[in-house]
């Protein structure tokens, strides 16, 4: 159980395209959804939280304009990279907190590969 | 107050040998302690989690040893396998969010 999707899971867009990425729960649902981004070898870093219709909650530095969240249903989370540029090349995960059971626990996605060219 | 320091860095242990992670944090709010391991191009997947109210957990070959007082807490995988060549991040959480350590690599010679 707790299994959670996410696609594509590579995108390779030209700059000052948009690109959508979905993450959903597959068998459970979600209070709350997460997106990460992570460089290689690096650790995850937390872009956004965002909860079941309401809008998210971005950390300091992320600009919400640029990194769009949309969580329209308790088992789907969409991000946007508006206007990609090769800066926003990474890799993006999405986390689903259960919400049942223990309640702080994350499942993540298996990332989407995103290069700006 | 927010960080969860890990070390260390990058780790090579033996087939068959034990491999110990440490890590350390501030902030006392934090009241769950999740391990997740990631491989090259996944995304992570929580390994074993525990609550600072009990100072050890086993599951497996994995186990999580947590130190209230001294604000750390340490994975220890047995009979290390090649197969459990990855990267290791533990983390803190309070609240909504996950606070994660910097990643340990380990790789596990055959």
């Known amino acids: 159980g707790a299994v959670v999707s996410q696609h594509p899971s590579r995108v390779i867009c030209k700059s000052g395209t948009s690109v959508k990425i979905e993450c959903r729960s597959l068998?459970?649902?979600?209070?709350?959804m997460f997106w990460y981004r992570q460089f290689p070898k690096k650790s995850l870093m937390l872009m956004a939280t965002s909860n079941e219709g309401s809008k998210a909650t971005y950390e300091q530095g992320v600009e919400k304009d640029k990194f769009l969240i949309n969580h329209a249903s308790l088992t789907l989370s969409t991000l946007t990279v508006t206007s990609a540029h090769p800066e926003d090349s990474s890799f993006y995960i999405c986390s689903a907190r259960v919400r049942t059971g223990i309640p702080d626990t994350q499942y993540f996605g298996p990332g989407t590969r995103l290069t700006v060219l | 107050q927010q960080q969860v320091k890990q070390s260390p860095q990058s780790l090579i242990v033996q087939k068959g040998g034990i491999s110990i992670i440490n890590c350390a944090y501030e902030?006392?709010?934090?009241?769950?302690f999740p391990w997740y391991q990631q491989f090259p191009g996944k995304g992570p997947a929580l390994l074993i989690a525990i609550r600072p109210d009990v100072s050890e957990k086993k599951e497996g070959r994995f186990t999580i040893s947590f130190n209230k007082s001294a604000k750390q807490f340490s994975l220890h995988i047995m009979d290390s396998q090649p197969g459990d060549s990855a990267t290791y991040f533990c983390a803190a959480s309070y609240g909504n969010k996950l606070v994660f350590g910097a990643g340990t690599i380990l790789r596990v010679k055959s």
């Open positions: 902030n006392t709010a934090f009241d769950y």
């Open positions: 068998d459970f649902q979600a209070t709350t």
